[in-house]
């Protein structure tokens, strides 16, 4: 079965430092694997994606992760946070094939920022 | 953000009440979401639809009925909901169903059943 599972359902860093958010997966195929953010009354946004090409992913406003298949592992980083990171963040991974893409969410963390 | 839009932002409703959820795409994708997101909950899917046809419903019940008329537009209709129907109901688009296509998402429909 696919699933998707964020270790930590609250991460709370100090403005400056670094942010690290994990996340592990579960897929019987080779997954897609997506981490989106949300802040509060909106809707989702794509930070990045990892598609099967280079397992370093960067994305938006200084985001990336590492897909590492050894430890089924996709954990999101920053080298440092800001204020407007605090937000929700899910780890997501598409267990489709073909034309069939289907999400599976992960629970969520909450980033929080403090000055 | 305004690729998806939703109508309405907020909603309450009596458990009697008949009501429908907008969502409008301007991004000329071929596959639009329905999904569910509440406390405390990871996002469910709710309804697929591709190319105007539902090509999956996640064993959502009948008081929830959505329709596609046409590649741009899916509605949610509601009628007579229970209070733990209460949550946020979200609409995504991506071009297609590929398992590595981006979904894009809209703010989301708060809806509140009393």
């Known amino acids: 079965a696919q699933s998707v599972t964020q270790l930590d359902s609250h991460v709370s860093v100090s403005e400056g430092t670094p942010v690290l958010l994990r996340c592990n997966y579960s897929?019987?195929?080779?997954?897609?694997l997506f981490w989106y953010v949300q802040h509060p009354n909106k809707g989702l946004q794509l930070l990045l994606k990892?598609?099967?090409?280079?397992?370093l992913v960067k994305g938006i406003n200084g985001f990336e992760a590492e897909f590492k298949k050894s430890e089924t592992s996709f954990h999101l980083t920053k080298p440092s946070a800001h204020m407007s990171d605090a937000a929700e963040y899910f780890c997501v991974v598409n267990v489709g094939w073909s034309n069939t893409g289907k999400l599976i969410f992960g629970q969520g963390t909450t980033l929080q920022v403090k000055p | 953000e305004t690729g998806v839009t939703q109508t309405p932002r907020h909603l309450v409703m009596g458990m009697t009440n008949k009501k429908s959820l907008k969502c409008e795409q301007h991004?000329?994708?071929?596959?639009m979401y329905w999904y569910k997101q509440s406390a405390k909950k990871p996002l469910e899917l709710m309804f697929v639809?591709?190319?105007?046809?539902?090509?999956e419903n996640n064993s959502v019940p009948s008081r929830f009925s959505p329709e596609c008329p046409n590649s741009s537009h899916l509605f949610l209709h509601l009628h007579t909901l229970q209070p733990e129907d209460s949550a946020l109901y979200l609409c995504?688009?991506?071009?297609?169903?590929?398992?590595?296509?981006?979904?894009?998402f809209g703010p989301g429909t708060r809806l509140l059943v009393l």
């Open positions: 991004l000329g994708h071929n596959a």
């Open positions: 995504a688009s991506s071009q297609d169903r590929r398992p590595d296509e981006t979904q894009y």
């Open positions: 990892y598609t099967s090409a280079a397992t």
């Open positions: 639809y591709s190319l105007e046809e539902r090509v």
């Open positions: 897929s019987s195929y080779s997954p897609s």
